[in-house]
């Protein structure tokens, strides 16, 4: 099966072509390369990608019509995976027609080629932020998702329709799968767990909000992310929505705390209050991506902790040290 991936070089992206690849399926990966961080870090993500026989690497923008159809009418991908995206809730604050552009209008391009040429299954990546600050816990996937705190959830809001309005008109199974908190190896360098521990290798502060007391987020193992998406993708069906998380929030006060025994160093806290963009819990009911994926995200965020440390010791720390 040929599976075109969206965003295929990033933090998620990279990780769920290896899945891919592992399985024997061909892999089109489709990446901009943005400097949102340095775009040698994802053409390290696809290291071994490059060398399997079922790789195909094309680099273009998601608002480019014309390359994007050619990518179509040339590899013709019977599946899709859509993780592209201008990801981050408060950068979008400051460029929202860009988030706009590429998050939506993006999206746009892909679902009108996917009807054109008949793709079979399409994944379509969302967020927990599309929630807002929802009071009611845990999150499940028919709850209000009509307040979103950002530019980027309005975007990623708006996707997650137009792809329901896609498959409404023209029949191609859709999952929507909403990210809680992932984190694990060759994470992005603007999420929480990596510039946590960047800082305390640093000897820098570390901004916490509120000091981490009653702020909870639902961290999520790549592995179990990764696991999702693939199940989602295989049994798509109709349009359904579903939630990835690991259904157990995690104190911000705590998380910290486990990062400082996990890496052997202290913290320096910056206590902020918490921007409009957060809210104070982010907590995935599961229970659906269960009974219809199959679903379980096993990873303790102890253990996910520390596989990300030795991923940091590994591949970022030499340059840290560098003189």
Known sequence: MTCLVTGGAGFIGSHTVDALLRRGDR??????????????????????????????????????????????????PREVVHLAALPGPRPSIANPALYEQVNVGGTV???????????????????????????????EEGDPTDRPLSPYAATKKAAEVLGYTFHSLYGTPMSVVRFFTVYGPRGRPDMTPYVFVDRMVR???????????????????IDDIVAGVLAALDRAQGYEIFNLGNSSPVELQRFVALLEQITGMRAV????????????????????????LGFRAGTRVEDGLARFWEWYQL???????RP
Do not use: M
């Not at 901009?32 to 923008?61: C, I, S």
């Not at 892909?110 to 994944?123: G, N, P």
């Open 27 to 76: 892999v089109i990966c489709l990446d901009n390369f943005t400097p949102y961080y340095d775009p040698e870090r994802k053409r390290r993500n696809l290291a071994w990608a490059a060398t399997q026989p079922g790789f195909v690497l094309v680099e273009a923008d998601l608002r480019d019509a014309e390359a994007l159809a050619g990518i179509f009418e040339r590899y013709r």
């Open 315 to 321: 591949e970022v720390l030499p340059s840290v040290r």
């Open 109 to 139: 391009h892909l679902l009108e080629l996917a009807r054109r040429y008949d793709v079979e299954r399409f994944v379509l990546a969302s967020t927990s932020s599309v929630y807002g600050r929802a009071s009611k816990v845990p999150f």
């Open 203 to 221: 000897e820098q502060p570390i901004v916490l909000f509120e000091r981490g007391v009653e702020l909870y987020r639902d961290y999520t193992y």
């Open 269 to 292: 806290i910056e206590a902020q209050p918490l921007p409009p963009t957060e809210p104070l819990i982010t907590y995935a009911s599961t229970e659906k991506a269960r009974r219809l």
